[in-house]
């Protein structure tokens, strides 16, 4: 996509950034252990992950904590499967009113299309139950811990570009591994998500 003209100062914000924030970015994730690992001894004693100190927890849930038309780019990687289909839809919508005009939303999650097609081609007797356990539908006591930790839903490209038109975004593509205008996305776009993942992104 083209490089976005936008008037908004250089805010830009990563929702569910996990372990992997960077300098520069607004890096907002909702994991309890957030707040755990900063204290050192129940960070030594629960053997909570090594949080970044630039990581700020924060439930998008409840609304971006920023103005309208003041962000320029908003990035979010494996982190929509995790919310409910009214609740990505609200805060597509929410992206959509604090982005400025020309600004990028990008959304990277697990590619159900490539997960049905290696599902068909699999000629295992255990296809099924490998299909299953790839989409993660399953709740457990270990969302009262962490909320969000399995899947609510999958998208194809079909489904969530239809969402972030849904959401009021009139330029919305199919994108793909490291490409696009925004700045840093080689390190946000993780090698490591590469082979399972379906890239989209909207232009306000």
């Known amino acids: 996509m083209a490089s976005p003209k936008v008037s908004a100062e250089e805010i830009k914000v990563n929702i569910g950034c996990g372990l992997s924030g960077i300098p ?6 909702n994991s309890p252990t957030i707040w755990l690992s900063r204290i050192p001894l129940l960070h030594r004693l629960l053997k909570t992950p090594p949080w970044p100190r630039d990581v700020r927890r924060y439930d998008v849930r409840k609304g971006l904590p920023y103005g309208e038309s003041t962000v320029r780019y908003i990035y979010s990687s494996h982190a929509f499967e995790h919310f409910t289909q009214g609740e990505s839809l609200a805060i597509a ?3 959509f009113r604090a982005l400025a005009p020309g600004g990028i939303l990008r959304i990277v ?31 457990s006591l270990q969302d009262f811990v962490h909320p969000g930790s399995n899947h609510s839903q999958m998208f194809d490209a079909k489904a969530l570009v239809h969402l972030l038109r849904e959401a ?33 992104e909207a232009v306000k």
């Open 109 to 139: 999650v697990p590619d159900l299309g490539l997960i049905v097609r290696e599902y068909l081609a699999d000629t295992s007797p255990q296809a099924a139950q490998a299909f299953l356990s790839r989409l993660s539908l399953n709740h």
């Open 168 to 200: 009021g975004f009139p330029q919305v593509a199919v994108s793909s591994y490291r490409q696009s205008a925004i700045p840093e996305i080689d390190q946000l776009d993780l090698e490591v998500r590469r082979n399972e993942s379906l890239y989209i």
């Open 24 to 29: 520069g970015w607004q890096n907002l994730d």
């Open 93 to 95: 919508k929410d992206c």
